[in-house]
Every structure is written in structure tokens, then in C-alpha cells.
């Protein structure tokens, strides 16, 4: 597993606070990471941390392997809507890893967590489409199946809007993700750019999709008996995954200033 988050970081992950300190053949480490992943299935994870404390903002990350057997290493579940603890906090205090551990050039690991955070992103964008998909055609069915005043609900105008909306908003989705992932497969000089502008767009209509999948069910929607929730959350915590819409919109604005001052 891959260790990252932080609870004062946001999503900027250059304003990561976890420390690694030399000290002889191995390093001490000292911080907290949130929302790790499929930690109880994992031995080990990759750590980013700072090697450096006094350099620029960005150019001081690093990775480390460290055992979850270290002692000074405790790993707490977080409980989610849905009920199960898929997510943990992670803390280390005074965690030595011997200096073998250590990934790549010293105070270089922001080149790595970038294509990391890359691709990650595009996969999740590739997540969000095929989430959408599954809420669309699900209360597409629905509205031709559930009666009401004597005809199927999918008949009534407002609900056709509903849907048509939704259909449209995926598919520029769907452009978006394949454009994203394609500009990773050319390596672009626009990849973060694509990838950003997917992650903004893809966000925003997976949540909303879900909102009028949820409406359009009416009360079965809301049931713990229908799968419709568990969509509905998921697109939530996918959204705020790498940095939610409004935080890759001004990553976007930013490669646009840039390229205009240039």
C-alpha cells in the first residue's frame, strides 16, 4: 500500500509534514497518515515523507518501504457510511527503517508521487465513468419498470430531462477519461492538464448522477436493500480521492495562466 494523505495536507501532496531522519544506517521516521487504503491486507507500505526540512516546498519528498511490524507503528481503522473500515489512519512515532529501504535519489521521490498521483488519478476518472454507467443504466430500467398513475414513470417529461441529462454529462465524461488516459499513454506535456480537467468534470457528474439515480428511485433509492447508496457514497469519497473538482479546476486555471504568461 501506498501512504500519502495527511490530515493537514489537503490535497496538495507537497505540504506533506511526515519526517525521515538519518541517523547511522537507518532512518527515523515521525507523523500520521489518513486514508490508506486496503491496509489490513498489506505487510508493508510506501511512505513519502520529507528527508529535508529546510528545502523548497516540493523538493524535499521521499519514499521509504517500511514494515507495519516496526515497533513505534499503529494503525487505526476509519469508519465509513457504508459501515466498513477499508480506510485507516496510520501513525509513527520514532520508526526506524534501515537506509536500504530507501526508494530512488535522495529528496527526488516528488518525480515519482507525480506519475503516481498521475495515474492514479486517470484510473479513478476510468472509476467514476464506469460507476456512472452502472447508475444510468440501472435507473434507465427502472423508470421503464416502476408504474405509477397507471404508466411507467420513465414517460413522464421531467424524469426523460433527468435522464437525458445524465446521458449526455457521461458521455463528455466518458471523451474526457479516454482523452486523459490517452495523453498518458503519448506522454503528453498536456497530461496533467487532460488528467486534471477529467478529474474536475468526471467528479462533478459522477455526484450528480447519482443524486437523480437516487431521485428517480424514489424511496427504494434510499433503502439499504438497493445498491444505489453504496454508488452514491462512492462517488463522493472518488471525488475528494487526489484532489476533488474545485481542486484540479484551479489546477487547470493554473497550467492556463502559465501558458498564456509564456
Request: proline share 2%; with cysteine.
Amino acid at each position: 500500500m501506498q501512504g500519502f494523505s495527511e490530515p493537514d495536507a489537503g490535497s496538495d501532496l507537497a505540504n506533506v509534514q511526515t519526517t525521515a531522519v538519518r541517523d547511522g544506517d537507518e532512518w527515523v521516521i515521525n507523523g500520521q497518515k489518513v486514508w490508506n487504503s486496503l491496509w489490513q491486507f498489506a505487510d508493508y507500505a510506501v511512505l513519502v515523507v520529507k528527508t529535508d526540512m529546510e528545502a523548497r516546498r516540493n523538493r524535499n519528498l521521499r519514499y521509504f518501504i517500511v514494515d507495519f511490524k516496526s515497533p513505534g507503528y499503529e494503525a487505526r481503522p476509519l469508519r465509513q457510511m457504508t459501515g466498513g473500515s477499508e480506510f485507516c489512519e496510520m501513525f509513527f512515532d520514532n520508526v526506524r527503517v534501515p537506509h536500504e529501504n530507501l526508494l530512488g535519489e535522495l529528496n527526488m521521490g516528488r518525480h515519482i508521487l507525480k506519475k503516481t498521483a498521475l495515474l492514479s488519478t486517470a484510473a479513478l476518472c476510468a472509476e467514476m465513468v464506469g460507476g456512472g454507467d452502472w447508475v444510468m443504466e440501472k435507473t434507465v430500467n427502472y423508470a421503464k419498470e416502476r408504474i405509477a398513475f397507471g404508466v411507467p414513470i420513465g414517460s413522464f417529461q421531467a424524469l426523460k430531462h433527468k435522464m437525458v441529462d445524465m446521458y449526455t454529462a457521461l458521455e463528455y465524461a466518458r471523451s474526457l477519461m479516454e482523452g486523459a488516459a490517452e495523453a498518458i499513454k503519448e506522454d503528453s506535456n498536456d497530461a496533467s492538464k487532460i488528467v486534471s480537467m477529467a478529474k474536475s468534470y468526471c467528479g462533478d457528474i459522477y455526484k450528480m448522477g447519482t443524486n437523480e439515480g437516487i431521485q428517480i428511485h424514489g424511496v427504494i433509492g434510499f433503502t439499504w436493500d438497493h445498491d444505489m447508496h453504496l454508488y452514491f457514497k462512492r462517488a463522493r469519497s472518488t471525488d475528494t480521492t487526489f484532489g476533488d473538482s474545485t481542486y484540479h479546476r484551479e489546477l487547470v486555471a493554473q497550467s492556463l495562466d502559465a501558458q498564456y504568461l509564456a
